[in-house]
């Protein structure tokens, strides 16, 4: 079963409109963390936002934020403002393990695309 | 301060053959792991090595092997190459010591086989 669900596979958006980029998981551990990164067609992955399972508040970087609804294991990419630079793929990971035994593991992405 | 360094950036290889990759990290860093993206799988983990041990490792067969140097420096290697294995490898560093830390993520390697 997915682990992470990225529902949308792209997204077209107007230049200037906030954006909302899904993404659901799924475990049963209580302890986990949840990241954003964003791809561009270079290929490195950048790290945009991270979001703990204990954190009490939604975790906020810059023109990102995170809406974190724990009881239903949504993350969900807010993206303020968006610019023609934000056009590149999105990824959801999820950091399931304890200690140093851990591994991401990653949604299937969401490509997003700003338009002028 | 650099960021993580994979070399090479591409390389074509025929099937059997074998593979080398190479990934320097951030200076400081002693964490580095090693991610396989394809079209069909999307990105999947397959190892993290730290102060030069294998610490986690992913579902991969052992024709996938890693290393790691006392300069935090890594390779990958896979063996009897198969198509299956083109793909983009990307390696990650940090510092090893939370697991809320960020990755940061080199440019990757796009490997072909042919």
């Known amino acids: 079963a997915q682990k992470i669900t990225q529902t949308q596979p792209g997204m077209f958006v107007q230049e200037k409109e906030a954006v909302t980029l899904d993404c659901t998981y799924d475990t049963s551990d209580p302890s986990y963390g949840l990241f954003w990164y964003k791809q561009p067609s270079s290929g490195e992955m950048i790290f945009l936002i991270y979001?703990?399972?204990?954190d009490q508040q939604n975790a906020t970087e810059g023109r990102y934020s995170l809406n974190f609804q724990k009881a239903r294991k949504s993350a969900n990419l807010v993206i303020s403002a968006s610019q023609l630079g934000d056009s590149a793929m999105y990824f959801c990971a999820m950091r399931e393990g304890h200690g140093s035994n851990y591994q991401l593991i990653w949604g299937a992405g969401t490509k997003l695309i700003i338009k002028p | 301060k650099a960021g993580v360094t994979q070399t090479p950036r591409y390389l074509i290889k025929t099937r059997g053959q074998q593979v080398t990759l190479s990934c320097s990290p951030i200076s400081g860093h002693r964490s580095v792991s090693w991610y396989q993206q394809t079209p069909g799988q999307g990105l999947q983990f397959l190892f993290e090595y730290f102060s030069e041990t294998q610490r986690n490792k992913g579902n991969f067969p052992g024709r996938f092997s890693g290393r790691q140097f006392s300069n935090s420096r890594s390779e990958m290697n896979v063996s009897t190459l198969e198509l299956g294995d083109s793909a983009l490898y990307l390696c990650?560093?940090?510092?090893?010591?939370?697991?809320?830390?960020?990755?940061?993520f080199g440019s990757g390697t796009q490997l072909s086989v042919l």
């Open positions: 979001q703990g399972s204990y």
């Open positions: 990650a560093s940090s510092l090893g010591q939370a697991t809320n830390e960020k990755l940061f």
